[in-house]
């Protein structure tokens, strides 16, 4: 059976402007390749309602799951939440069980929510919350699409509660044989060992360092002993190049 | 008048699968910024021809300009340029231009080129070369697709060649203003000065250091009385809040 698929959809003028450099699609493709969720495809948009409402339509009818990163926040261009529920038709509203959680975590540092903070708790009908340590403020699921924070360590631990719930599938593994040669040099051998062996991805990934010109050959698939055989079959070509 | 807009389309399974931390679109955002033309999408996507084919033609109709990187070398996971020529129709086939770059590189360090070397000089139809110092093999432009590898070093000196050829926009300046309150405490002044001032986007970051929570106000817009006067704002929101 095909493994389950994702994708990231970052939401964020920050990433856009290169102020910021993602964080939370590299690490949603290590968590997912790691439990054998597929990712297909990285999208980052900017704080724009209807270009949100488009991407999240188009993605959630393309894969398994779609996770979201950032825009959830207490202020005016956080628009993540009322756009997932746009693009759902679903109302949304401050939820009394997102409030009881957000006021909590204020409490226990003397403060009450004002009425922007407040705006953290609305949560789409019908969507089930992220809960985490980190943030009073939770993300939340609707259908097959996870809504949580930008800010990196609360994406994680957002992650690490969602993450268990899903069905995994088979994980994907991987092993590296790098070469000291151009990957000009072994094109040919790569291309018949990935057309061998059609189970597997075979991927060149070309590097240099100083003078050197060297590839690093990386084969993915879920049959550990197909990745043994696939190694072996590396190490053949790279006694022959040298 | 607008600013001309531009997209980048990663191309490789090596970032979905979370081994490599895409380099480049975090490069490209920047110098964008700096020349005045709006990054709006990065999109990624694995080593697939109709993926890509399809990627290529929603992007290149929505943007004035779409960059992409990766999958132009001599291996069988190479299937850029073919995509590329494939979204618009064209024809493609070794280049003769193409062809005497390489080899003059390849005969630079004593070598002649292997026939999977020439796929390197695979150029589709009506497209031009985009020399640069570092890699024999050229990308290449076509229509408003701008075609670069995906080694960092050698996305950087194709970029270095493309970017002055291209109409420049505004340069979007930004200033930054931070604060050591979380934003929930200042989301209602911000959502004013956002309000009053339509002409900039007015950025929320919030981070979290040890235990102070606190939050980067960042003002982009290209009019540069106009970010003076946001920061004296931002400065009197900053007094009051201590």
């Known amino acids: 059976m095909p493994n389950p698929t994702a994708a990231i959809l970052v939401i964020g ?7 910021t ?11 997912l390749t790691r439990v054998g969720i597929d990712l297909r495809e990285i999208r980052v948009v900017p704080d724009d309602h209807d270009v949100i409402v488009a991407a999240i339509n188009a ?12 825009g959830i926040g207490p202020t005016h261009d956080d628009i993540t939440a009322d756009a997932v529920a746009a693009a759902f038709g679903a109302g949304i509203d401050v ?8 006021e909590a975590s204020l409490a226990a540092r003397g403060r009450t929510a004002t009425p922007d903070q407040l705006r953290m708790a609305r949560i789409p ?4 919350l992220i809960v985490n340590d980190l943030s009073g403020a939770p993300g939340f699921s609707i259908g097959n ?11 994680v631990a957002m992650l690490d509660t969602v993450l268990p719930t899903l069905e995994a599938g088979a ?9 000291a040669v151009g990957e000009g040099r072994i094109a040919s051998p790569l291309r018949e060992l990935a057309e061998a062996m059609p189970q597997l991805s075979v991927g060149s990934y070309p590097f240099r360092e100083g003078d050197l010109y060297g590839t690093n050959i990386v084969v993915r698939g879920t049959d550990e002993a197909l990745l043994d055989e696939a190694v072996a079959r590396l190490e053949e070509i790279l006694a022959e190049v040298g």
Chains 1, 2 share one sequence.
């Open 145 to 155: 699409v996870h809504v949580m924070a930008g800010v990196p360590s609360i994406f």
């Open 21 to 31: 450099r993602d964080a939370n699609a590299y690490h949603l493709a290590g968590e």
């Open 171 to 179: 994980p994907r593994l991987s092993r590296e044989v790098r070469f």
């Open 59 to 70: 993605l959630r009818s393309a894969y398994t799951h779609v996770f979201t990163s950032g």
């Open 95 to 102: 939820r009394e069980d997102a409030r009881a959680l957000l």
């Open 13 to 19: 003028d920050e990433i856009l402007s290169g102020r």
């Open 125 to 128: 009908d019908g969507a089930t």
